[in-house]
């Protein structure tokens, strides 16, 4: 029987729908690679666990994961039940976003634990994937070693506009780092954690690029070392640009 190089081996996919406590249904995920730092990645903007993979972002990492260096868990979203969702009682929206939040942090970080066989959870996502990226990486620095949050918004204002509460706030990272003590406990495990942000200047970076740069302002002014990267003019909010930006900054946290 002829055997396979290292190089002409598939890539190990597994898929995993499991029933979620907190969020009363069944949640799906899937992933990617054999070995390495597990990689929560978040979806777009009302997303499934299948979108990253059928940008080309997959492909865009798989020397990574093929070499053992990171295996990437691809997750559902609720975003149309509380980001998204049109309904009037904001109150109710939010909620329905904690019990997401309790979903990943209670329910999908323990499975990947188990199926990565280690702890230290990066994160990451494009868009509003951004957006939970570093919002999770920042409430739980405990669980998450850091993210790549590419072209994401962090003021939860842009999706709450006229209303503001203790849970809006708790994931409106603009608020709370702002409002952060320089000697919160927190503080201290930032500096220790890996956090990127990159946005693009180019056509719908608006107003992801104002707040990356809000989100410079407060991690210098907190002295926490997050590398917070803006990209020209040209380079738009899009899939062909994120799969640009997604193997550059692995290579620099995996050369």
């Not at 979620?20 to 799906?28: A, G, K, V």
């Not at 997750?75 to 039940?81: F, I, P």
């Not at 309790?102 to 994160?123: D, K, S």
Request: glycine share 6%; aromatic share 16%; charged share 25%.
């Amino acid at each position: 029987m002829e055997t396979k190089t290292e190089e002409e081996k598939e890539m190990k996919i597994e898929y995993f729908k499991e029933y979620s406590n907190h969020l009363n249904r069944d949640m799906e995920f899937k992933v990617f690679g054999h070995d390495g730092t597990p990689i929560l990645v978040f979806p777009s903007q009302d997303g499934r666990f299948f979108d990253y993979e059928n940008n080309g972002m997959i492909e865009a990492a798989k020397d990574f994961i093929e070499s053992g260096k990171i295996q990437m868990f691809c997750c559902d979203s609720n975003d149309q039940n509380s980001w998204s969702s049109q309904n009037p009682d904001n109150r109710y929206r939010i909620e329905q976003h904690e019990a997401y939040y309790r979903y990943i942090t209670e329910e999908l970080c323990p499975r990947i634990h188990q199926i990565a066989n280690q702890t230290g959870i990066l994160t990451t996502g494009c868009s509003m994937g951004a957006s939970h990226a570093l919002n999770f990486a920042l409430r739980r620095p405990d669980l998450f070693k850091g993210c790549i949050a590419l072209s994401g918004v962090y003021n939860a204002r842009f999706f709450f506009p006229n209303y503001m509460d203790d849970l809006v706030y708790a994931n409106s990272p603009v608020d709370y780092i702002e409002g952060m003590a320089y000697d919160h406990p927190y503080v201290e495990q930032y500096r220790n954690q890996q956090l990127i942000i990159c946005v693009g200047q180019g056509a719908w970076e608006h107003p992801m690029i104002e707040d990356a740069a809000r989100m410079k302002e407060l991690f210098n002014y907190k002295n926490i070392p997050a590398w917070v990267d803006f990209w020209g003019y040209d380079v738009a909010h899009d899939w062909p640009w994120w799969q640009k930006q997604l193997p550059y900054f692995l290579g620099h946290l995996f050369p």
